[in-house]
C-alpha cells in the first residue's frame, strides 16, 4: 500500500456512506430520474458520485472489476484502503463493476445471476461525462408511472448489446454517474427510441 496515494474519503463515513446507498437504492427504484449527491468526495480520474457510489457499495465481499482506463495506481490504493473491496481481474468473479463509455460496446463476461439467484449478477458503476446530452429515449417498466424520457449519452450499440444480453429475471442492473449525479438503469427497465 502506497500511503502517498492515499486521499480523503467521506467526511462522516457512516452518514455518507448511507446517502451513497439510498440514493443508489432510489436510483434503481425509479429509473431514470437524476439522484444528486452533493456531498460526494474527490479523487481524481472518478467523478465525485462515482467515487461516492464506490464508497457506499462496495466492501470486502464485493470484488470489483476496473475498466483499464480507471485501473490507476491512485484509483486501486483509495478503494483499497477505504473500501476493502478485492480487485479482480476476471469480469466473471466481479460484484461490481467499473466502466467508462467506451467500456460499454461489449458487456461480456461479467455474471447475468441465475434464475434462482438474479440478485447475485454484476452491478455496472458506468461513469459518464455527462447525464443528458444523448439522443430522446422511452424508458418504462416497474418504477416509472407511464415512460420516462431519458437523455443518456451512451452509444447506440451499448442498448443493443444489453437487449442481446437481457433474459430477466436474470440481468445487469447499471449505475451510471457524471458530476454529482446519478441515474439507475435496473434489469427491468425497457428502452425504446422515442418517435418523434
Not at 485501473?71 to 466481479?94: K, M, S, V, W
Not at 443518456?152 to 458530476?179: H, T
Request: hydrophobic share 45%; net charge negative.
Amino acid at each position: 500500500m502506497n500511503a502517498h496515494l492515499l486521499q480523503p474519503a467521506f467526511v462522516d463515513p457512516v452518514l455518507d456512506a448511507q446517502r451513497g446507498f439510498r440514493a443508489a437504492l432510489k436510483a434503481l427504484a425509479e429509473p431514470g430520474l437524476i439522484q444528486h449527491l452533493p456531498s460526494a468526495p474527490r479523487l481524481d480520474g472518478l467523478a465525485p458520485a462515482t467515487y461516492a457510489l464506490c464508497l457506499a457499495l462496495l466492501d470486502v465481499d464485493t470484488p470489483l472489476w476496473l475498466a483499464p482506463s480507471f485501473d490507476t495506481p491512485l484509483i486501486r490504493a483509495n478503494l483499497a484502503f477505504h473500501c476493502g473491496c478485492p480487485l479482480t481481474l476476471t469480469r466473471e468473479d466481479a460484484v461490481f463493476a467499473l466502466l467508462g463509455e467506451a467500456d460499454l460496446l461489449d458487456l461480456s463476461g461479467f455474471d447475468h445471476g441465475n434464475d434462482r439467484y438474479p440478485d447475485q449478477s454484476c452491478t455496472l458503476l458506468v461513469q459518464l461525462t455527462d447525464l443528458e446530452a444523448g439522443r430522446n429515449l422511452s424508458w418504462s417498466g416497474p418504477g416509472i408511472k407511464a415512460q420516462r424520457r431519458v437523455n443518456l449519452p451512451v452509444p447506440q450499440a451499448f442498448w443493443q448489446e444489453r437487449q442481446r444480453r437481457e433474459a430477466f429475471p436474470r440481468g445487469l442492473d447499471v449505475l451510471f454517474s457524471a458530476g454529482h449525479h446519478l441515474i439507475g438503469l435496473p434489469r427491468s427497465s425497457r428502452v425504446a427510441e422515442e418517435r418523434t
